[in-house]
């Protein structure tokens, strides 16, 4: 098996070096991720510039793009029909609830499975155990199988932030969500010029049983299935309605 790792957080970023090392104990590995942090990049394509891969002694790849680019570069590109599966992260704190929405680790796998491949995206709740998020992961690949998920659908993985004897187990879960996000933070630089900061994100607000936020706050590994289609079906009839009654 041969497994493309990609992130958000850039190349050299502690989460997907230890996840590529844990990989490579049981599949050929090669990394093609951003040459810088490119955090909340969601699905961004770069199009009004040229793409830059560098090929490193490694055998590794870094690129000047965003996440979904090295996946999409990646599998349309230089290893076109070599890769059988795509693993997003570790991502350095959790993507879960509101998070998907941003999330350039989440881009990552559903620009994989877009071009075909089962993808996967983990994230660690935390900055300190990534080799738990990495042996989770490794623990999962070998149960995968082609009729897991549906097509267009990616897992999610969030895990909490503990050495891994220490985990509870591993809950199937839906999303949250949270309130939302602070507000910007207004600075002046050194000219006097005013720049502003985005802000944190929001506190869960819901965050009860069979949420992802329940799960890892409580020590358990969440699984979320992801689907590209953002069609809020169940408002579909509503809609109709609504507009026949005019």
Known sequence: MRI?????DGFHAEG?????????KIADVVIVAPDRNRS????SLTLVEPLRPRHLDS?????????????HLALNGFLSGQVDLVVSGINAGCNMGDDTIYSGTLAAALE??????????????????????????????????????????????????????????????????????????????PRGEHIYWIGPSGLPEYDGEGTDFHAVKNGYVAITPIQAD???????AALQA???SE
């Open 112 to 189: 994989g499975r877009h071009l075909g491949l089962p993808a996967i995206a983990v994230s660690l709740d935390g900055r300190l155990h990534y080799e738990t998020a990495a042996r989770v992961v490794c623990d999962l690949i070998p149960k995968l199988h082609p009729q897991l998920l549906n097509k267009r659908e990616v897992i999610n993985i969030n895990v909490p932030d503990l050495p891994y004897e220490e985990l509870k187990g591993i809950k199937v879960c839906h999303l949250g969500y949270r309130t939302s996000a602070a507000e910007v933070i207004k600075q002046k630089d």
């Open 4 to 8: 493309l790792v990609s992130n958000d």
């Open 40 to 43: 909340a990049a969601s699905s």
């Open 59 to 71: 055998g590794d790849y870094c690129v000047n793009g965003t996440p979904a680019d090295c996946v």
């Open 242 to 244: 609504w507009l026949e």
């Open 230 to 236: 953002l069609t809020a079906h169940q408002s579909i």
């Open 16 to 24: 997907i070096q230890v996840l590529a090392k844990e990989l490579r």
